[in-house]
């Protein structure tokens, strides 16, 4: 089936500086894809990050390796055949955690790999080995009784070859089998010890470069508190750049509402002098107007004595109206005196007739 992922997760890929051994180099210009893969043919593992079609991490775990965290969300390793070290820094201090946790658990299974490996050589060469001694045993042990039972029965040494030649040429094949297992053996023990060297050579390697990552650890911490400082006083000067921000759009509003309010004046100041031409328009007429008034002044008094004239006839009317109503109430009354009189004069006028027609009736 090949090689297939068991865990991926996403980081920016870092590796160290190889002049200095102590900065971090990006690999990645952002987060790109980081996978575990397991190769179920050769049964290794290995972490594997591609950026576009640049292959940035291609390392190959063995037990030997370490993945060190160095900060909450910062982890690295050495991959001794890349002749380098490998930086992630991840998003979450969580994802770091279930980085570092794959890792031990592929660098186990790793070892375990090898381990087994190592068993089955060690067992294979046993069983070669005690299977040709065996082999060898039984063969010798066969000779003897066919050489003898040959020269008693033929005596002759073709019979011996005629009866032997089957046997030998399976005990050469045997032998070939054998020395080739041998060979194979001793060629895997070879590679393993120069393994086993290139292992120590890298772990010598790895533990100057944990050394010098240690340093460089110090060293980015000291930056980190020196930039952490500058950071600081930086935020300190964007607040205080900021509240002078906020008085400059404060006395730029102040001067907006200065301009709005001159404009403003202005506008009224055109609307005065319009009113000051239309009022020097009217002082050039003030004098006729003033005649005017002058003639307008005699013509009130004219006619206030006219007025007062008319009123003095008005209280003479009413005087008058006054004299002739009174005339007219003493008249009423003296005509109804008068009439009470001539209505006295009339009755006895009447009583007079009623006995003048009394005296005529009598004669």
């Not at 040494?157 to 005990?171: F, I, Q, R, V, Y």
Request: proline residues 2%; contains cysteine.
């Amino acid at each position: 089936m090949g090689e297939q992922p068991i865990f991926t997760t996403r980081a920016h890929v870092f590796q160290i500086d190889p002049s200095t051994k102590k900065n971090w180099v990006p690999a990645s210009k952002q987060a790109v894809t980081v996978s575990y893969f397991y190769d179920s043919t050769r049964n290794s593992y290995r972490i594997i990050s591609v950026d576009g079609a640049k292959v940035i991490i291609n390392s190959t775990i063995t037990p030997n390796m370490t993945f060190t965290k160095t900060s909450q969300k910062f982890g690295q390793w050495a991959d001794s055949r890349a002749n380098t070290v490998f930086g992630l820094g991840f998003p979450s201090e969580q994802q770091l955690t279930k980085f570092a946790e794959k890792f031990q658990e592929v660098k186990e299974a790793a070892k375990l790999a090898r381990d087994r490996s190592q068993e089955k050589i060690e067992t294979s060469s046993n069983h070669s080995q005690t299977s040709f001694a065996a082999k060898m045993k039984r063969e010798s042990g066969r000779e003897t009784p066919s050489s003898t039972r040959a020269s008693s029965v033929n005596g002759t040494d073709d019979e011996k070859a005629s009866h032997g030649g089957p046997a030998e040429a399976h005990l050469k094949s045997e032998n070939d089998k054998l020395k080739i297992a041998l060979a194979q053996s001793s060629s895997n023990v070879k590679k393993w010890e120069t393994e086993l060297q290139t292992l120590r050579e890298s772990n010598a390697r790895l533990s100057t470069a944990l050394q010098e990552s240690a340093a460089s650890i110090e060293h980015w911490k000291k930056q980190f508190s020196a930039c952490k400082e500058e950071n600081d006083q930086l935020r300190s000067k964007i607040e205080e750049l900021e509240e002078q921000c906020n008085e400059i759009n404060k006395e730029k509003e102040r001067n907006a509402q200065l301009s709005r309010r001159l404009q403003e004046l202005e506008t009224e100041l055109q609307d005065k002098e319009l009113e000051l031409e239309e009022l020097r328009k009217q002082g050039e007429i003030i004098p006729e107007l003033m005649s005017e008034c002058e003639s307008v002044s005699e013509q009130l008094q004219a006619a206030e004595k006219k007025n007062k004239d008319l009123e003095e006839k008005v209280r003479t009317l009413r005087t008058e109206v006054e004299e002739s109503k009174h005339r007219q109430t003493n008249l009423k009354t003296e005509l109804k005196n008068f009439l009470d009189v001539l209505d006295g004069k009339i009755d006895e006028l009447h009583d007079f007739r009623q006995g003048l027609s009394k005296l005529g009736v009598d004669n």
